[in-house]
């Protein structure tokens, strides 16, 4: 191979390696890796209890052994104590696990009542394990689809993604398991509707038998 042809050789490849860096190269103002979080990734074990401050009254959640479920449930803790309805706090488990966030909106504290993410407005959630807490902020209002959030001992506002305050903001009797009977559905074998019009019965011979 002669010096001319080694040279274009050399200048092809070095053309070749600058064009794959500046594709790959971020644009100016892109951010390189994960988006800051204001508060850190949550993991499904990564914390036992919930205290939430909604209306004036303080929910508190916690995850307990529990011998019927072979493991551990939430139930309520205060201000009564109540098995917690699971529907309920799977969809809290899950927005907290799921937690994302997207840009930073605000960084002065006279605008906290405009996003909701106050004492007054907001929704206060303190979440622990064993006892410590490891996240503490609010929930305010949902624009554009984000939730606004604020940790609590920072002026910063967040958007959080999606609309997430429902899944906290529930009422102490929706946080209770309102059941009045819990079995498997082959386990029944008859039901009966009694009324002013009449009684109903139905009755099936196992639990895969048709009801009739």
């Known amino acids: 191979m002669d010096r001319k042809t080694l040279t274009a050789l050399v200048i092809f ?12 190269a971020p644009e100016r103002g892109e951010r390189v ?15 036992d209890q919930v205290t939430i401050h909604n209306k004036g009254q303080v929910i508190t959640l916690a995850r307990k052994a529990d011998a019927s479920s072979k493991g551990a449930a939430w139930r309520v803790v205060k201000p009564v104590a109540y098995p917690a309805d699971k529907y ?8 907290l696990i799921e937690l994302k966030f997207g840009d930073l909106i605000s960084e002065r504290k006279d605008r906290h009542g405009d996003f909701a993410v ?24 949902t624009i554009s689809g984000f939730t606004m959030f604020r940790r609590a001992d920072d002026n910063k506002v967040w958007q959080a993604a999606g609309k997430i305050r429902s899944a906290f903001g529930r009422d102490l009797k929706n946080w209770r398991d309102r ?8 386990q029944a074998r008859r039901l ?7 009684t109903v019965r139905l009755t099936r011979k196992d639990g895969k038998a048709p009801w009739a």
């Open 33 to 47: 890796g994960e988006k800051p979080r204001p508060v850190a990734k949550l993991g499904k074990e990564g914390f």
């Open 179 to 186: 059941r009045i009977a819990s079995f498997k559905q082959e």
């Open 192 to 198: 009966e509707v009694a009324s002013a019009a009449g």
């Open 88 to 95: 309920a706090t799977d969809s809290m488990e899950k927005k």
């Open 118 to 141: 106050d004492d007054k407005k907001g929704l206060r959630i303190t979440v622990a394990l064993r006892g410590k807490t490891i996240a503490d902020f609010y929930l305010g209002k």
């Open 13 to 24: 490849i070095a053309l070749g390696l600058i064009t794959f860096w500046l594709y790959r």
